[in-house]
């Protein structure tokens, strides 16, 4: 079955940096748009970061320079690198495939920015 299992969140303080990782199976990974949403606690969920099969990213303004979206295709696994990161980026981090009209979810992993 198909499978989304985001890791590496935490808490860190302000100006740290988090590596979060996406690892999936039960679809043909390389196919598909790869995001990172969030949703911070009383506030709807947040696009974070895209990218393609090709690699090419694209990413919400608020982070961009911040974070980097990457993807291992041999290793069916998304990731997402944080640095300088801010309290304001602490919410829930979800990672999502589509292709077509599948779409995919992951659980989510919790990130915490405070000192």
């Known amino acids: 079955q198909v499978q989304l299992v985001e890791s590496g969140g935490g808490l860190v303080q302000p100006g740290g940096s988090l590596r979060l990782s996406c690892a999936t199976s039960?679809?043909?990974?390389?196919?598909?748009?790869m995001s990172w949403y969030r949703q911070a606690p009383g506030k709807g969920r947040e696009l974070v970061a895209g990218i393609n099969s090709s690699g090419r990213t694209n990413y919400v303004d608020s982070v961009k320079g911040r974070f980097t979206a990457s993807r291992d295709n041999a290793k069916y696994t998304v990731f997402l690198q944080m640095n300088s990161l801010k309290p304001e980026d602490t919410a829930v981090y979800y990672c999502k495939a589509v292709f077509g009209m599948n779409q995919y979810w992951g659980q989510g992993t919790q990130v915490t920015v405070s000192s």
């Open positions: 039960g679809f043909t990974f390389s196919r598909y748009y």
